[in-house]
């Protein structure tokens, strides 16, 4: 099949899918358009909720796996857009749009991807394409609801914006809530337990603390007090202060670890995590995958942004067209040559891997 049929393809359902709303649980409609695709193109599919997914048609239980995934949610569009979020404009090789670069240019082009090597046989690895759903509010319904659905997989290619360079590992996400209590009384009245200005050292103790262990590919462990609330009204001290803290995890710790850690030492109360489930991840540099990629002229690095490669318990890889730093961003754009790059490069890179 020819990448440049493929490719105007992949743009034109693009395009179709900024102009679909599609936010997180709302993605019926963007699923719809997915399944379409893949009826051009006589692939059979499943959908299971929003999430449409497909193996290469000469797939052998016998063989290693690779699943290809990116989603086609979207976050809400920011006060800031001066473009109609929903209108695919194309100016000076740019589409415009929500979700165009996070992460539409990776999806279509994963999918395009797979379209290309779906009727191959004698392939080294299956193929697994799934499109997924609830990325960006790591929802129930996503990619992790998928892995009991779909077979085995032993290595995945997540599709998120990184130029095109291999994310080799990614930080974790563990958020906590904690409580600071102190003494309520009447703002008139003296009170040395004044839990508003208690917090000032156990925001400094959460400035300035440091987890031991760094790592060569993501760094130290960050951690953010990122929400602080307390208080009623005004002539009224409150009994306790309320603290969010976003903790980005290193591939060194557990996110249980790390939940260990702080609920022993910070100077709080109670300390409490959401969720541990969102984990850090990896993909040995010695994969092949990797050594493709770097045999390609790809360089490696740790990504600080989350993806669904939390779900995923096998190697993972963060691949894909655009740039992370326009994601969640006004006027979101990606260039219509770094999708065609990104087809390229999947096709390939896996044709290293696969054939």
Not at 275 to 282: A, D
């Amino acid at each position: 099949m020819m990448i440049q049929d493929l490719t105007q393809d992949a743009i034109a359902l693009l395009k179709q899918l900024i102009v679909t709303q599609s936010f997180s649980s709302e993605e019926d409609k963007t699923a719809s358009l997915i399944e379409i695709w893949f009826q051009k193109y006589e692939i059979k599919y499943q959908r299971t909720q929003n999430n449409v997914w497909a193996v290469n048609k000469h797939f052998d239980e016998g063989k290693p796996t690779l699943l290809l995934n990116s989603h086609h949610d979207t976050v809400k569009p920011n006060s800031a857009y001066t473009k109609d979020p929903f209108s695919a404009i194309v100016e000076d090789g740019k589409l415009y749009g929500l979700g165009s670069n996070d992460a539409g240019g990776c999806l279509v082009s994963l999918i395009a991807a797979f379209t290309h090597y779906y009727n191959h046989e004698n392939l080294k690895y299956n193929l697994i394409i799934v499109a997924s759903a609830e990325e960006e509010s790591s929802g129930p319904n996503g990619l992790n609801s998928m892995l009991s659905v779909i077979p085995k997989i032993d290595v995945a290619i997540v599709g998120e914006p990184t130029q095109m360079n291999l994310a080799i590992a990614e930080k974790g996400l563990v958020v906590f809530d904690a409580v600071l209590t102190g003494t309520p009384s009447h703002a008139a009245h003296p009170n040395d337990d004044n839990v508003i200005y208690k917090s000032i050292e156990t925001l400094k103790w959460f400035k300035d603390f440091k987890f031991e262990k760094g790592s060569e590919a993501l760094g130290d462990v960050k951690l953010t007090v990122s929400q602080i609330s307390a208080g009623k009204q005004h002539n009224a001290i409150p009994a306790d202060l309320s603290l969010v803290i976003d903790v980005r995890v290193n591939d060194a710790y557990s996110n249980k670890e790390v939940a260990d850690i702080l609920e022993k030492e910070a100077p709080v109360t109670s300390i409490t995590p959401r969720s541990l489930r969102l984990n850090s991840s990896c993909i040995p540099v010695d994969h092949d995958l990797v050594k493709a990629g770097i045999a390609m002229g790809r360089t490696t690095y740790g990504s600080p942004t989350l993806s669904d490669q939390a779900v995923l318990s096998c190697p993972s890889l963060k691949l894909g067209p655009g740039d992370s730093t326009r994601s969640h961003s006004a006027d979101e754009f990606i260039y219509l040559n770094e999708i065609e790059e990104g087809i390229k490069i999947y096709v390939e890179l896996l044709n290293r891997v696969i054939i």
